[in-house]
């Protein structure tokens, strides 16, 4: 599984990584980025995978399902 | 800055096997003192006792022997063309020693003193693990942790690796790969946005290279440690066969610690997604000789590696990296 960066705020990692760049102090910038940004679990390859499966499957239903009806 | 103030800021302690730096911040400066990790004993006598006192050396009187510690054991042992001896091994108290503590305790209350006020903050440098065993590490943690509640301070410790981030990689928002090649071991860290995602150490370090080097030259571990820091440049076999050994060792090192990098990040499963390449920062003595630079970018670019590399570069002040980044730890 692959870890997660993520902000305990609500901004998203870019805006965070944004912020970070801003300021000029490096204690400042590390203090930013230690209260902010932490760690969790990712979502898992194979799970990840088998969600992109059944969208596409659930895509290629519908397809059909418009093309059958039209024709 | 009056003097309350002074005795009330945090400090960055880098414990390290060969040496014992303590970094301070004053005035947006950074100042740094260090002491050698080693001691000397001799035979106690009120002569000795006297002519030590009389020339302010370092020294403590423990039972029937005096023991001589922090730098001047250094110039003694060179007087008595003896080696040091050493209260830590492979980054950790080393267990063979039964003056380690005591001496720690003394060197480090004479670089930090006590905390003037209580519950000072202070951040201390401890070893990752090697991947094979804990060795000790959690023991070496609590007792120099002890050592520095009893001085007064709140002390917490921060992996070496991580410290070098801290101290090196501001401009990368503290996203990149520190690694501090020190005496006893080599510690690295993977850090993103200043979070250690992978952390470990290798064995191989300043005190293999001067170890092996002593036994097939002859020599002393301790002359081969003062040839290696004073003159010794790393560019390939010489006519020097003190030169030659330390090359030879030193590129074992440097393989050993690439390959280990290069295994450890490809066989980790909690990696997270890196867009951007990193930068990989080295600091401590073991990195300082002249050479040694190409030869680790060399080695690690030689074959595929499993995230992008930025820039390979040597701290601009490789002896103090470790301690500075503790105490950007403790200013945090």
């Not at chain 1, 760049?21 to 979502?43: C, E, K, N, S």
């Not at chain 2, 410790?157 to 090649?181: K, Q, R």
């Not at chain 2, 930025?310 to 945090?332: F, K, N």
Request: net charge neutral; aromatic share 6%.
């Amino acid at each position: 599984m692959r870890l997660k960066i993520q902000s305990v705020n609500k901004e998203s990692i870019r805006q965070v990584v944004k912020l970070a760049g801003r300021m000029a102090d490096q204690v400042d910038r590390l203090r930013y980025l230690r209260g902010t940004v932490t760690v969790g679990p990712g979502t898992p390859r194979l799970h990840a995978m088998a969600v992109w499966i059944v969208a596409a499957a659930v895509c290629a239903v519908v397809v059909a399902l418009v093309l059958w009806s039209k024709s | 800055m009056n003097n309350n103030e002074v005795d009330n800021l945090p400090l960055g302690l880098d414990v390290g096997t060969s040496r014992i730096v303590v970094a301070r911040n004053r005035d947006k400066t950074y100042q740094y003192e260090t002491q050698l990790n080693a001691f000397i004993t001799l035979p106690y006598s009120k002569l000795a006792q006297s002519l030590l006192e009389k020339e302010s050396v370092f020294h403590e009187v423990a039972g029937d022997e005096i023991v001589v510690a922090g730098n001047d054991a250094q110039k003694f042992a060179e007087i008595f063309h003896v080696e040091t001896r050493r209260p830590m091994l492979h980054g950790v108290l080393n267990p063979q020693e039964p003056h380690s503590l005591t001496v720690i305790r003394r060197i480090i209350t004479k670089l930090v003193g006590e905390a003037g006020t209580e519950g000072r903050k202070i951040f201390f440098s401890v070893p990752a693990p090697t991947g094979k065993a804990e060795e000790g590490i959690a023991y070496h943690q609590a007792s120099i942790r002890q050592i520095l509640v009893e001085l007064g301070y709140q002390a917490q410790p921060i992996e070496e690796g991580l410290a070098v981030v801290f101290a090196e990689m501001s401009a990368s928002n503290y996203t990149g790969i520190g690694i501090s090649c020190g005496s006893g071991l080599c510690n690295v860290c993977l850090s993103v946005l200043s979070v250690p995602v992978i952390s470990f150490s290798v064995p191989k370090a300043g005190d293999f290279i001067d170890a092996q080097a002593a036994a097939v030259t002859g020599e002393l571990s301790t002359r081969m440690r003062v040839h290696k820091e004073n003159t010794f440049r790393l560019n390939g076999l010489s006519g020097d066969r003190v030169a030659n050994a330390l090359t030879v060792y030193y590129d074992d090192v440097i393989r050993t610690l690439t390959s280990t990098l290069r295994s450890t990040i490809s066989s980790t499963q909690r990696l997270p997604k890196l867009d951007q390449s990193v930068p990989v920062v080295l600091s401590g003595g073991t990195a300082m000789p002249k050479g040694f630079l190409v030869r680790f970018e060399a080695a690690l670019r030689a074959e595929d590696f499993p995230i992008r590399i930025a820039e390979v570069r040597i701290s601009d002040d490789p002896l103090h990296s470790t301690a500075r980044g503790a105490l950007m730890a403790a200013l945090c």
